[in-house]
């Protein structure tokens, strides 16, 4: 039962119990016709959901990715059966008081809320499961074009594709949504590729069935990465601290295999004939509990004085992982025109109702996804854009609109 503890599992089986108790006498009293055949053929599904939850508990997968995909995907199904059925119950358990109140009207109002129950109970079941085999698989390009006074003439019209938060681990040895990934960025025809972290779950292991389909990512300045609070092994239980530094190198091998160039506090010039702009990239930039590794005031030092070189006049791009490093820091010392940033995923889940945009990641992360802007020193406003991400962690679906995104974003030379 490793992984979980015996609190847990008894939590686990009795809400399960329970849950399936609730919707049982639902139908032992609304099912006018063929009560017991019904009750019998729910009672059969609950057998099955219960030795589901059994295998979840007993589950004694080691920590490589084929393990943790199928505990993944047991405790997703389990969720996608019973989140429904919990929420018809809440929604009968309405029904149910408006038929204890009395009069024969008030008692058909109960059982339309029931019915009603029961019809948004499996709405929300197909919706996981919509968000499952359609929505994490469904691709969505932004286009943003930014404005500076700042980029060189040469620039103008210089293209960058952002992709973000990949966690190939989720995909177990299947590729085929990472080849249609990269086959979508190699069509926009790219002057630079960025990724801003997170390109597994857990270990680097999980990278090597894609390192030969990441590697045909194209574009004229080539893939500049950073790393994502995954992309350390910071969730793994190492045997030794020597395994875990072992783990690290393997990536930034495996990245550098690829053709990608690792930015690990550090800087890049991209060159256009006599004009250049400056790729900056910090480690991962970590509120807690995330792990602090970022160094912005180490990373783009070209006279050696950071206040100096963090303000000069270069048009300057910054890759960093999580967007809040941009809210607390790089506005405040910098002059960075552009930081990319990702993390947030918009927890997988987005709604966009007549351009109003909402995530429940905005509990956490006010800058959760899209653009932002802010009026830096020297009057050139500081933008970030936050791509939430192309893959998943924790269960294998995204939610509404949050498609798996690609940012194209069209650099402008403002007169």
């Not at 300057?316 to 930081?339: A, D, F, G, Y």
């Not at 945009?357 to 996804?369: D, E, I, M, Q, T």
């Not at 936050?386 to 069209?410: K, M, Q, S, W």
Request: hydrophobic content about 40%.
């Amino acid at each position: 039962m490793r992984g979980f503890s015996v609190l847990s599992i008894i939590l686990l089986f009795v809400c399960t119990i329970l849950i399936d108790w609730g919707v049982w006498s639902t139908i032992r009293k609304y099912a006018s016709k063929r009560k017991k055949l019904w009750s019998r053929i729910y009672s059969a599904v609950a057998v099955l959901s219960l030795a589901l939850v059994t295998a979840i508990c007993c589950w004694r997968g080691d920590r490589s990715g084929d393990s943790l995909t199928l505990l993944m995907w047991m405790l997703y199904v389990y969720f996608t059966i019973y989140i429904p059925k919990f929420i018809y119950l809440l929604i009968a358990g309405i029904g149910w008081i408006f038929s204890k109140l009395g009069s024969n009207r008030k008692s058909k109002v109960g059982y339309f809320i029931t019915i009603a129950g029961a019809i948004i109970g499996v709405l929300v079941f197909i919706a996981m499961w919509v968000g499952t085999f359609y929505t994490r698989r469904h691709i969505d390009v932004e286009k943003v074009e930014l404005f500076s006074s700042k980029l060189p003439a040469s620039f103008d019209g210089y293209k960058i594709v952002q992709f973000s938060d990949a966690h190939v681990g989720t995909w177990g040895n299947d590729t085929t949504f990472i080849a249609k990934l990269v086959k979508e960025i190699n069509s926009l025809n790219p002057d630079l590729v960025v990724f801003t972290g997170d390109i597994v779950n857990r270990s680097t292991a999980e990278l090597q069935p894609f390192i030969s389909t990441l590697s045909k990512i194209k574009a004229k300045d080539g893939v500049i990465s950073v790393l994502g609070n995954h992309d350390y092994g910071d969730y793994m239980h190492w045997n030794s601290e020597e395994d875990h530094i072992a783990n690290n190198q393997l990536l930034a091998q495996w990245e550098k295999d690829m053709g990608w160039d690792l930015l690990n506090n550090d800087y890049q010039y991209i060159t256009n004939g006599t004009d250049s702009i400056v790729i900056i990239g910090v480690e991962n930039w970590g509120e807690p509990p995330f792990h602090q590794y970022g160094e912005l005031t180490e990373s783009y030092l070209p006279t050696g004085n950071s206040t100096v070189d963090l303000n000069d006049g270069n048009y300057k791009i910054l890759l960093s992982h999580n967007p809040e490093h941009w809210n607390r820091e790089v506005t405040k010392i910098s002059n960075i025109n552009l930081t990319l940033a990702g993390h947030t995923h918009a927890m997988q889940t987005e709604v966009n109702l007549f351009g109003w945009k909402w995530s429940p990641a905005v509990f956490r992360y006010p800058l959760w996804g899209g653009l932002y802007a802010r009026d830096p020193k020297d009057g050139e406003k500081a933008y970030l854009y936050v791509n939430i991400g192309c893959g998943e962690v924790g269960i294998p679906a995204r939610f509404g609109v949050a498609y798996p995104e690609l940012t194209e974003i069209t650099l402008r030379r403002e007169k």
